[in-house]
């Protein structure tokens, strides 16, 4: 079984769409995480989220928000798509407060906006 | 702040040489370390992981990592190297909650020559 699954792997969009990519673990953690990987390989915290507390990274436009149904899944909801936002997008999750635990992520999500 | 530091953008080996990856960190608190590797196209995958205890931590694939307070550094190494471990490897830096909000290296691509 996929520990932290994301769909799509792959997505190809227009500028100004909306789209979703979806997250879902089934490690019974407590925190989940959203990261961005540029073409230059970076990888940077967007958001980590638990049932407490959602802490978003400053830098994030406004345009992408997480959408969490419940513990197990951490949606990320992109608005108005610009061409600046293709990347690789990693879901992960990890338990973090009742045990310290590694992060684990999911396979990507490859989005490109043209 | 916190921050990773990768200085070696690429390494080159060859296949069955020893490998050495550098990894130097900054961080106020009692750092939690990890190294994750990326093959081509694929999440990532979790090395090792250092929070506490023997500074010299075993990993899976044969691979070990030293952590050494006094130079703030968490090298990777492997005595001899496969083919298979051609990818992009990344150092991470974490806090006392363990994992939460990672804060990368911009990676080291390791490619291996038979």
């Known amino acids: 079984d996929t520990a932290v699954s994301q769909t799509p792997k792959y997505l190809v969009t227009q500028m100004g769409n909306d789209k979703s990519i979806k997250c879902e673990q089934n490690?019974?953690?407590?925190?989940m995480y959203w990261y961005k990987q540029d073409s230059k390989k970076f990888l940077k915290i967007m958001f980590s989220?638990?049932?407490?507390?959602?802490?978003i990274n400053e830098t994030v436009p406004n345009r992408f928000s997480p959408k969490s149904p419940d513990k197990a899944h951490l949606n990320l909801h992109i608005n108005s798509l610009e061409l600046g936002d293709s990347a690789v997008y990693f879901c992960?999750?990890?338990?973090?407060?009742?045990?310290?635990?590694?992060?684990?992520f999911g396979q990507g999500t490859r989005l490109t906006v043209v | 702040a916190q921050s990773v530091t990768q200085p070696d953008i690429h390494i080159t080996v060859s296949e069955g040489a020893s490998l050495e990856l550098r990894c130097n960190y900054s961080?106020?608190?009692?750092?939690?370390l990890f190294w994750y590797v990326q093959s081509p196209g694929q999440g990532l995958q979790l090395l090792l992981k250092?929070?506490?205890?023997?500074?010299l931590v075993q990993g899976i694939k044969g691979f070990e990592a030293e952590f050494k307070r006094s130079q703030s550094s968490f090298n990777l190494r492997k005595p001899s190297v496969h083919w298979s471990d051609a990818a992009e490897y990344f150092c991470?830096?974490?806090?006392?909650?363990?994992?939460?909000?990672?804060?990368f290296g911009t990676g080291t691509r390791l490619t291996v020559i038979p």
């Open positions: 490690l019974g953690h407590d925190t």
């Open positions: 250092y929070f506490s205890g023997d500074t």
């Open positions: 961080y106020g608190a009692t750092p939690y």
């Open positions: 992960a999750s990890s338990q973090v407060f009742t045990g310290t635990t590694e992060a684990f």
């Open positions: 989220y638990n049932n407490k507390e959602l802490i």
């Open positions: 991470a830096v974490g806090g006392q909650t363990g994992a939460n909000n990672l804060f």
